[in-house]
């Protein structure tokens, strides 16, 4: 039966076409995926997407000499991904990026947490005050139930407020911090426990600067991430991939054991099926329920090109001052140049935050910006961009929901893994590489 109630006639024999195994999702999760199992003996993988692009939710847009993204990506030379796709090296644009912040003092300082700035430059009584505060969570606010308190207890609710962190938290997190699941906060903010203690904090300021990261930044081609990919998608189809773009995904079934995907023009049947789509989506495609649909933060991208002067000099500045429903942007004119004589860059937005409205977003951050006395000059909106499933709300309760998910979806057979479909944090697309590659060296071809 489908959706609408009508029964569906299908012939395995006649009809369906096969594969080894199939693919769903075509980002970087889905690609390295692709890759591990040709190298596992797997002759004839099928990459599936219903986008129709390869890459996932890396979106670049372009307009004249503009390029923009939807959020900032940053690649390494080091990267295990290029042991899969060498192609791309050659693509990439070195970069030197500078992080900062906006705190809500209105100040671009230090990212994530300047001890010269948030600590000392609070003047000696709100410091007194920061210290005391540390020393008071660490004795009677033990419990670690939800991201506040987490961050709570490393750094003290004085500091956790003062420098913004948990505003930024809620940005990021698009719910309130006492709100978010405990241990999805541990992975996105274990620099907390790591780095950000007083005792670390005063550390790093008396002993000299490290050396910056070995390592070579880079970014996309100016050309976009379609260009990118296609160097990918080139070599994965050299080596017996296919893919299917802008699928319609309508269900998943077995028949003898094997796996059948029908899609509005075709079927396929396979042995093994790797899902790397949104868990919701996987269950709707094998008829499975686990009773909860996970909730995702819809991206809003602002893309504007400047005029003047903007304020800073750094390439990423996160927004974790108490106003403003921005909580990134990316100055990719440092990386690409200037177009016309213009800067432009990407400015990031939880849509929950501008209740889901292009306008609203824009208004706010040209009012929030204008307040910190940042763009001033001619600042103009060149287009936006809205990107649904950008990544899970990790709402109290929700990593619980999505492991049984995930289980009730390997009892049917499928894998599923990455941020979508592993409910997993990963910030760059070296986690994504190395968490698929270890999802799959489990499994081999018999």
């Not at 296919?242 to 509005?264: N, P, S, V």
């Not at 910006?369 to 961009?385: H, I, M, P, T, W």
């Amino acid at each position: 039966m489908n959706d609408a109630g009508h029964q569906i006639i299908i012939d395995p024999v006649t009809e369906a076409e096969r594969f080894d195994a199939v693919v769903l999702g075509a980002g970087i999760s889905g690609l390295v995926s692709a890759s591990v199992l040709l190298r596992q003996g797997y002759a004839r993988v099928l990459i599936v997407d219903e986008y129709d692009h390869i890459g996932g939710n890396h979106i670049d847009w372009s307009s004249g000499g503009y390029t923009f993204d939807i959020g900032s990506l940053i690649f390494q030379d080091d990267s295990p991904l290029l042991e899969h796709f060498p192609e791309l090296l050659p693509l990439y644009v070195p970069i030197n990026p500078q992080w900062a912040r906006l705190n809500p003092q209105g100040m671009i300082t230090t990212y994530p947490i300047s001890v010269r700035d948030d600590i000392f430059g609070a003047g000696v009584l709100e410091t007194a005050r920061i210290f005391a505060s540390v020393i008071y969570a660490r004795l009677f606010q033990r419990k670690m139930r939800n991201a506040r308190e987490f961050a709570r207890y490393w750094i003290g609710g004085r500091l956790l407020h003062r420098s913004g962190l948990e505003s930024y938290m809620r940005r990021f997190y698009g719910v309130a911090t006492d709100g978010i699941d405990i241990d999805l906060a541990r992975k996105r903010m274990l620099w907390i426990s790591e780095h950000a203690s007083i005792q670390n904090l005063i550390s790093r300021l008396l002993k000299p600067k490290r050396q910056g990261p070995t390592n070579r930044q880079m970014a996309r081609p100016k050309e976009g991430f379609r260009f990118l990919y296609k160097a990918a998608a080139d070599r994965l189809e050299k080596d017996g991939a296919a893919f299917h773009l802008a699928a319609e995904m309508l269900r998943i079934y077995k028949i003898q054991g094997q796996f059948h995907l029908q899609l509005k023009d075709r079927i396929v049947a396979c042995d093994r099926v790797i899902s790397t789509i949104p868990i919701h989506r996987a269950e709707e495609l094998c008829g499975l329920d686990s009773g909860r649909k996970l909730d995702t933060i819809t991206l809003i991208g602002l893309y504007f090109s400047f005029s003047g002067d903007r304020g800073f000099r750094q390439s990423i500045i996160y927004n974790f001052s108490h106003e403003g429903a921005w909580k990134r942007l990316t100055m990719y004119s440092d990386f690409y140049g200037c177009a016309d004589g213009r800067e432009y860059f990407t400015a990031e937005v939880i849509g929950n935050h501008a209740g889901g409205s292009v306008q609203q977003a824009e208004d706010d951050f040209r009012e929030h910006v204008r307040a910190n006395g940042l763009f001033q000059g001619d600042l103009k909106l060149e287009g936006s961009y809205a990107l649904e499933e950008a990544y899970p709300i990790y709402s109290r309760g929700a990593a619980q929901h999505a492991a049984e998910a995930i289980r009730q979806l390997q009892a049917f057979g499928l894998e599923s893994l990455g941020r979508q479909g592993g409910f997993n944090y990963q910030p760059t697309a070296r986690a994504s590489t190395v968490e698929a590659e270890a999802a799959l060296r489990v499994k081999q071809i018999v």
